[in-house]
């Protein structure tokens, strides 16, 4: 039996990137997935191999079950849409991964602009926030699973960029540093109802939306300076984490920003 089986998780960005991987990942482990993004089909500036197929056809091929959700989490209305949907479809929820978030090329700060601002706010805070509270509202409707260990599990994708400045990303790195404080004031908030929140920050990941980085040299070199590790991440680093974040074994874990980003927030590397 997968260690998730019986299980409902909503995926926010769903569809590419980190977010696919973690849908899928989850769905291997046995869980149902709504898989919630802008679009159904896969970034096709994205990095995976299978481009042409969306998450849910991939979950489903593979023997899991999946549907998908269109949303926008900056709008409150398709935010309780998407839980309407999960709750229609499967039933219940059990598992939240904010992944739909907001980037901008790099940019100084005098040259960011109030709309941009906005942007950042309306999805990567407000939009991970409304998510959040909305599962937990349904988790406390539900009885704790004491083989599972909680009531709910919630993890929400931030950065590194949330931990030490970068430079040309101000707004950014200010709304992922919100997630990170989110996930540890809510985790205090509800440890006594046994619903596990935590965060992971992941460092340079290739992804479509950072391709433009990645095909940039100077910038991947100066990426690659400051990761320690030998190499820059995969979407597949984020998704072991962030699933291993919903299993049994991660019970008694909550309130933790981890990071997974080959030592770029250790220190300057040498």
């Given at each position: 039996?997968?260690?998730?089986?019986?299980?409902?998780?909503?995926?926010?960005?769903?569809?590419?990137?980190?977010?696919?991987?973690?849908?899928?990942?989850?769905?291997?482990?046995?869980?149902?997935?709504?898989?919630?993004?802008?679009?159904?089909?896969?970034?096709?500036?994205?990095?995976?191999?299978?481009?042409?197929?969306?998450?849910?056809?991939?979950?489903?091929?593979?023997?899991?079950?999946?549907?998908f959700c269109q949303a926008d989490i900056?709008?409150?209305?398709?935010?309780?849409?998407?839980?309407?949907?999960?709750?229609?479809?499967?039933?219940?929820?059990?598992?939240?991964?904010?992944?739909?978030?907001?980037?901008?090329?790099?940019?100084?700060?005098?040259?960011?602009?109030?709309?941009?601002?906005?942007?950042?706010?309306?999805?990567?805070?407000?939009?991970?926030?409304?998510?959040?509270?909305?599962?937990?509202?349904?988790?406390?409707?539900?009885?704790?699973?004491?083989?599972?260990?909680?009531?709910?599990?919630?993890?929400?994708?931030?950065?590194?960029?949330?931990?030490?400045?970068?430079?040309?990303?101000?707004?950014?790195?200010?709304?992922?540093?919100?997630?990170?404080?989110?996930?540890?004031?809510?985790?205090?908030?509800?440890?006594?109802?046994?619903?596990?929140?935590?965060?992971?920050?992941?460092?340079?990941?290739?992804?479509?939306?950072?391709?433009?980085?990645?095909?940039?040299?100077?910038?991947?070199?100066?990426?690659?300076?400051?990761?320690?590790?030998?190499?820059?991440?995969?979407?597949?680093?984020i998704a072991a984490i962030t699933v291993?974040?919903?299993?049994?074994?991660?019970?008694?874990?909550?309130?933790?920003?981890?990071?997974?980003?080959?030592?770029?927030?250790?220190?300057?590397?040498?």
């Open positions: 039996m997968a260690k998730l089986d019986g299980k409902v998780a909503i995926v926010t960005g769903g569809s590419s990137g980190m977010g696919r991987a973690i849908a899928i990942g989850l769905a291997k482990e046995g869980a149902k997935v709504v898989c919630c993004d802008l679009n159904e089909g896969a970034n096709q500036q994205g990095y995976e191999a299978d481009l042409q197929k969306t998450t849910g056809e991939i979950i489903r091929a593979n023997g899991g079950a999946a549907t900056s709008d409150p209305a398709a935010v309780e849409g998407v839980f309407k949907t999960a709750m229609k479809t499967f039933g219940r929820i059990d598992i939240l991964i904010n992944c739909a978030g907001y980037w901008a090329p790099f940019r100084t700060f005098a040259e960011e602009s109030e709309e941009l601002w906005l942007k950042m706010a309306a999805v990567n805070t407000l939009g991970t926030a409304r998510m959040s509270r909305e599962a937990i509202r349904q988790f406390l409707r539900q009885t704790h699973d004491e083989k599972w260990g909680s009531r709910g599990r919630i993890v929400n994708i931030s950065s590194c960029a949330a931990v030490c400045g970068f430079p040309g990303e101000v707004a950014y790195s200010a709304t992922k540093a919100s997630v990170n404080h989110m996930s540890r004031a809510g985790a205090l908030d509800h440890a006594k109802d046994y619903i596990n929140i935590n965060c992971v920050a992941p460092g340079v990941v290739a992804t479509g939306m950072a391709r433009g980085n990645f095909e940039n040299n100077e910038i991947v070199q100066t990426m690659k300076k400051a990761t320690p590790w030998p190499r820059l991440g995969n979407v597949d680093d291993f974040l919903c299993l049994p074994e991660s019970q008694w874990i909550t309130g933790q920003i981890i990071p997974v980003d080959g030592g770029l927030t250790i220190g300057v590397s040498p």
